[in-house]
């Protein structure tokens, strides 16, 4: 079977390329349009590797991510209670969070193995939910703000294992990154949203 192209009428000839300016021109992967971003985790040829980081100075950075686990009113009583059969709970959901956010590395492809020197979980009652927030800090050349996510969701992930048995419909959402500091961004705050206080009431000890 031949092939058919259409040709230029005026020259005879396959259609003249794009020019580069041209938006509609095919792209190669991994590029971005003029003026905006290109996916830092892509070469030019658009395949994924490990950004090289060596280039860049040390310095202090911290992360601040937050998520919930929704859960039925007798569910949040009985963790109020400390009724759980499991255990104690927030124990075992802050170690969890703790150790997956020094195995982000191992677990997030692309992640480099950071030296983390402080990483936080802590928990909050709110009225539906039990809120999670994780700081993680480090002295490193990239940032730590996968670390602090995935410890969040490692800690709702346990928080369900913990409950599974009083409530099947436990619902991990929001996990987003809140807070960072330090690189050569600075500071980012995610627009509105509240204070860690306005959450809910404090889980402390071994609550």
Aim: hydrophobic share 40%.
């Amino acid at each position: 079977m031949t092939a058919e192209f259409d040709r230029n009428p005026q020259a005879g000839g396959p259609p003249p390329a794009a020019s580069p300016e041209d938006p509609a021109r095919p792209q190669p992967a991994g590029t971005a349009p003029a003026g905006t971003e290109s996916f830092t985790h892509l070469d030019a040829a658009g395949r994924a590797h490990m950004v090289d980081t060596s280039a860049k100075p040390v310095t202090v950075r911290e992360a601040v991510a937050r998520g919930r686990v929704r859960m039925a009113p007798s569910t949040l009583a009985r963790l109020r209670a400390g009724d759980v059969p499991k255990g104690d709970v927030w124990a075992a959901a802050r170690l969890a969070g703790i150790m997956a956010a020094k195995e982000t590395g191992r677990l997030i492809p692309l992640c480099h193995p950071l030296p983390l020197d402080s990483v936080a979980v802590d928990f909050r009652l709110g009225e539906e939910a039990v809120e999670i927030q994780a700081t993680v800090r480090t002295a490193a050349r990239t940032g730590v703000e996968m670390e602090a996510l995935t410890a969040v969701t490692v800690a709702a992930l346990t928080l369900i294992d913990m409950c599974k048995a009083l409530d099947r419909g436990l619902v991990i959402e929001a996990v987003r990154l809140v807070e960072k500091r330090g690189g050569r961004s600075g500071t980012y705050r995610r627009p509105g949203e509240p204070d860690w206080e306005a959450l809910g009431e404090p889980v402390t000890g071994g609550r």
